[in-house]
């Protein structure tokens, strides 16, 4: 009986190993570059011309977060982000702006957005939808990262890279929100001109977002937060 049983181990082994659930593959990472069809049409590129006299060149990528770059064209066409400020400036983290309020808990009067979340990673001069805890939050505020973080996948949606003027955005004023903060002058599509831009002037105030922003956290660890 007990050499039956010692017969049969081996055999038992291998059924355990063929029923094995199956590894789960990750799916590929979008490509850092925007694909040539997107990189061609001008209204994909976003230009942010700043009070500290730099210009910020943004590639927006439809192909990721198609409702999120639409929703900024719609506002930068509308003239809304004229005049705002980088209202939360986190040395080494990111930059925020976008909110008419410029306390981290304001938004357009269009409504918020649902969560368009992909595994592309954070690099430097990655550019994204800001958020409150809830994941379908985000309005018109953005960030853009000052450096590389591996903790923000899948939790922001990711609408652009800062393709030229890093250095304008290094030379954002810090704080939060900081004392003299650096306002974007003027806002304008690659199918715009500067000049027929609408004209820089910060948009009327919008109720306050439904849910407040929430307590920040310490600098290493923050994330991005507000509508």
């Known amino acids: 009986m007990f050499s039956k049983a010692l017969f049969a181990l ?89 909110d008419p309020k410029g306390d981290g808990s304001g938004g357009s009067s269009l409504p918020d957005l649902k969560a368009e979340f992909t595994n592309m990673p954070y690099f430097r001069g990655t550019v994204a939808a800001a958020r409150t805890e809830q994941p379908d939050t985000a309005n018109s505020q953005f960030f853009i990262m000052y450096g590389p973080n591996m903790g923000l996948e899948t939790k922001y949606t990711v609408w652009g890279r800062v393709i030229a003027g890093m250095d304008a955005v290094d030379k954002i004023a810090v704080g939060e929100p900081p ?31 439904p849910v407040p922003a929430p307590t920040l956290a310490p600098a290493p660890v923050a994330t991005p937060h507000g509508g």
Do not use: C, W
Not at 80 to 93: C, D, M, S, T
Not at 197 to 205: E, F, L, R, T, V
């Open 179 to 209: 004392a003299q903060p650096t306002r974007i002058v003027r806002a304008y599509l690659g199918d715009m001109s500067a000049s027929a831009a609408p004209p820089a002037a910060p948009p009327a105030i919008p109720a306050p977002a």
């Open 10 to 98: 081996p055999f038992l082994a291998l059924l355990l190993i063929a029923a094995k659930a199956p590894e789960v593959v990750a799916p590929p990472l979008p490509s850092i570059a925007a694909p040539a069809e997107i990189a061609a049409n001008p209204a994909n590129k976003l230009t942010l011309e700043l009070s500290n006299g730099g210009a910020v060149v943004i590639q927006m990528r439809p192909d990721l977060a198609p409702h999120h770059v639409e929703r900024v064209q719609i506002l930068v066409r509308q003239g809304f982000y004229n005049g705002l400020a980088f209202h939360r400036v986190i040395p080494g983290f990111m930059a925020q702006g976008g």
